[in-house]
T-cell receptor, first 113, second 112 residues
Framework: SQTIHQWPATLVQPVGSPLSLECTVEGTSNPNLYWYRQAAGRGLQLLFY??????ISSEVPQNLSASRPQDRQFILSSKKLLLSDSGFYLCAWSVALGGETQYFGPGTRLLVL | AQSVAQPEDQVNVAEGNPLTVKCTYS??????LFWYVQYPNRGLQFLLKYITGDNLVKGSYGFEAEFNKSQTSFHLKKPSALVSDSALYFCAVRNYGQNFVFGPGTRLSVLP
């Protein structure tokens, strides 16, 4: 069966510091991968998605970036965090084609002080 | 543009009573429709989806949803609510080959 992992679970970082959040998927090959941000326990904002290694699409311009160095690894980064980057970051995966379900990881809570 | 509306920010229901969480959408074509549930500080869990076929879809934990094409709605229902059903519920739509569009979420509180 497929599983999706995210780490760290929680992170407290000062403004201006770098960020690296990692997401890995097990039990499937060539998944579509997604990064979402959820603010204040409400709606989801799609940040990035990837259909393959090295292929990243950005939905919202901001100081975050994403990379996919391996088939089942998706990384969210920032060179300098802003206060507004605080939130709950969710990684998700889906089968590559069709209207298949997205499956979410446990999330990372980021607090920027 | 695609959009999903969940008109109720909060739904309160007594334990044992039926519950409904509403969802309407504005999407061209024949979208796929989904419901997810989120417990505090957790990721979203898939509940059910409508792709095609029977308008009444049954999912996890006794939940079901009814697709109504003419009203562009996909309301989530459960015949008898449990306190443990209290959570944040998201409706989502997706056209083939496109990304998901999520609603803003509805917070369900089941009172003992």
């Amino acid at each position: 069966s497929q599983t999706i992992h995210q780490w760290p679970a929680t992170l407290v970082q000062p403004v201006g510091s770098p960020l690296s959040l990692e997401c890995t998927v097990e039990g499937t090959s060539n998944p579509n991968l997604y990064w979402y941000r959820q603010a204040a326990g409400r709606g989801l904002q799609l940040l990035f998605y990837s259909v393959g290694i090295g292929q990243i699409s950005s939905e919202v311009p901001q100081n975050l970036s994403a990379s996919r160095p391996q088939d089942r690894q998706f990384i969210l980064s920032s060179k300098k965090l802003l206060l507004s980057d605080s939130g709950f970051y969710l990684c998700a995966w889906s089968v590559a084609l069709g209207g298949e379900t997205q499956y979410f990881g446990p999330g990372t809570r980021l607090l920027v002080l | 543009a695609q959009s999903v509306a969940q008109p109720e920010d909060q739904v309160n229901v007594a334990e044992g009573n039926p519950l409904t969480v509403k969802c309407t959408y504005s999407v061209s074509g024949n979208p796929y429709l989904f419901w997810y549930v989120q417990y505090p500080n957790r990721g979203l869990q898939f509940l059910l989806k409508y792709i095609t076929g029977d308008n009444l879809v049954k999912g996890s934990y006794g939940f079901e949803a009814e697709f109504n094409k003419s009203q562009t709605s996909f309301h989530l229902k459960k015949p008898s609510a449990l306190v443990s059903d209290s959570a944040l519920y998201f409706c989502a739509v997706r056209n083939y080959g496109q990304n998901f569009v999520f609603g803003p979420g509805t917070r369900l509180s089941v009172l003992p």
